[in-house]
């Protein structure tokens, strides 16, 4: 059996992962050009599906991933995504301490 995996509007092939790190694997695999050197915890995936007469965009967890598998239309299309990178800015401006002895004598 496989799946497909759509990233960048291409897709591939691959076998159905048990757990969400080796789907992660299969991906970096299938799309290595696109997903060398990106963070593993930067990858995540997504079914399309129709809600309300609506297109939406659903996420799977890990958690969720083995009970997915197990309920994934034939031929149905697993979205590739990566998450923006966090950018830490630095440490919070600091501030100056207020001297207790102020004001303390009246």
Not at 6 to 16: D, G, S, T
Not at 42 to 70: C, D, E, H, Y
Not at 82 to 90: C, F, I, Y
Request: proline fraction near 7%; glycine fraction near 6%; charged fraction near 20%.
């Amino acid at each position: 059996d496989v799946i497909t995996y759509r990233l960048n509007n291409q897709m591939m092939y691959v076998p159905p992962a048990e757990n969400f790190d080796q789907a992660v694997t299969f991906a970096r695999s299938a799309f290595e050009g696109d997903l060398a050197g990106i963070d593993k915890s930067r990858i995540s995936f997504s079914l399309n599906v129709l809600a309300n007469g609506k297109q939406s965009s659903v996420g799977i967890s890990p958690v969720a991933w083995s009970t997915m598998m197990s309920h994934l239309a034939r031929y149905e299309i697993i979205d590739v995504r990566v998450q923006p990178e966090l950018k830490v800015s630095g440490p919070p401006p600091s501030y100056r301490s207020c001297s207790s002895t102020e004001g303390a004598e009246k």
